[in-house]
């Protein structure tokens, strides 16, 4: 049977989402679902596939996958079962059967990622696994410019980072808005799709007008360039979270 | 020269503020603010005294603590030089010259806890290190009823743990409120001081009754008894956070 499941991880400890290799060591989101559902099946690997592959340290509210098991079980108790086995970083929040053609990445119409930026002189050590620091006040004002210049359809090559394969650059967000919690920015942004690294490095554009290192129309003409080295860093990865993805009613039973 | 400072830290990797013995090889936050300080003079062993006495896996927004150094420096460069020196996980908010006669613990006046639980059938894992869990919904009625019965002045003999040695048990509180954010329970404790254990066996006796275990009249009588065997367990450490120490102004500069 086919299902769906939704997850919630801290990625401090993870290697991020994607196993590198099948023989790998390294620790990933994907590497520790999928030995629990083998423990759980009993029987050979069962590949798992998630909505967004998250990096390194990159957290998940709301992250969707989808695998199949010979035996099937109700979604209840696949979800009690499964929390039995894994690990306390990753949770299984829900599970559904899910329909036959139902993908978890090919299926999902849109994201919703949040990025958290402490501007504070000191960082919270409670706060350090879950928003990027960065030590001196910014400019707002640079900083929602630069969030509303990213609204709608670009070409978004220059945000993103090497060892991207995809067959078009272009995407549309359609939700990019800043708001201030005290001294921490916090950065929603939705779209039908992210290139590699492109929410930190949508973060990273917005860091560099807010600290007056490059100005609205610096970071326009670098869009335009298509070409990353014209780009601010990528913020860090620990201040990232995948909070959720949607589909369209016709796939979710 | 004497200093106080204002600390935080997340408190998950340690054993607490309080160092077993001299030699011992437990990390506590006392270990590791001395072990900076004396680094930092590069003298002999700097004694630290800290307002609240954290246990293992408490953590700490604003902790205050004392010491003296036979160099003084410029309290902003002592702070910056000892952050440069601490484990992320502990980090120095403020420096400030002390009075000869102030003492973090002895001069202070109130202080205030926070105790978060959160009561959905599954714990987010962004939220383990930070927050307790019981996986069912409580009686949020009874909860309210028992914060307002430990208002006031009272014994809580019966709410300190084994190992307490004080002249007396008896506290005032002068706040005990529960708040809700969505199916996490908030609550905000202040008093004159605190005994052992104390914050988490309150949350312990609302967590009885919110769970149906034990009434409010039965829970009066356990308080009255004066006796630690008749009061329920207390909650998880994880889920409480010293935020805040209050001083009277004739002790600070």
């Known amino acids: 049977l086919h299902y769906r499941v939704s997850l919630a991880y801290d990625g401090t400890d993870f ?16 590497s520790v679902v999928e030995g629990a559902l083998a423990k759980l099946s009993g029987g050979p690997r069962v590949v798992v596939a ?15 996958a989808c695998f199949r098991l010979e035996r099937g079980m109700p979604p209840p108790e696949l979800a009690r079962a499964l929390n039995g086995i894994l690990p306390a970083d ?16 090919r299926s999902a119409v849109s994201k919703l990622y949040r990025y958290e930026l402490d501007t504070g002189p000191v960082q919270l050590p409670t706060r350090r696994r879950h928003a990027g620091h960065w030590p001196a006040p910014l400019d707002r004002a640079a900083v ?7 609204l709608g359809r670009h070409d978004f090559a220059s945000l993103q980072s090497a060892g991207g394969s995809v067959s078009t650059t272009e995407r549309t967000l359609t939700r ?18 992210f290139l590699r690294k492109m929410v930190r490095s949508l973060v990273g554009g917005m860091l560099a007008a807010g600290r007056g290192v490059m100005g609205l129309e610096a970071l326009r003409a670098a869009l335009a360039a298509r070409d990353r080295r ?3 860093a990528p913020a860090e990865a620990r201040g990232l979270t995948l909070v959720r993805v949607d589909y369209p009613a016709a796939v979710l039973p």
């Open 15 to 30: 290697e991020g989402w994607q196993s590198q290799s099948r023989a790998s060591a390294v620790r990933t989101v994907q």
């Open 50 to 64: 998630a909505a967004g592959r998250t990096d390194a340290g990159v957290h998940a509210l709301g992250q969707v």
């Open 90 to 105: 990753v949770r299984v929040l829900d599970a559904a059967e899910a329909s036959e053609d139902f993908h978890a990445r």
């Open 144 to 150: 929602a410019a630069v969030a509303a210049l990213y």
């Open 176 to 193: 990019s808005e800043v708001a201030w919690r005290d001294a921490t920015l916090v950065y929603e942004v939705e779209a039908d799709g």
């Open 230 to 232: 014209q780009w601010p």
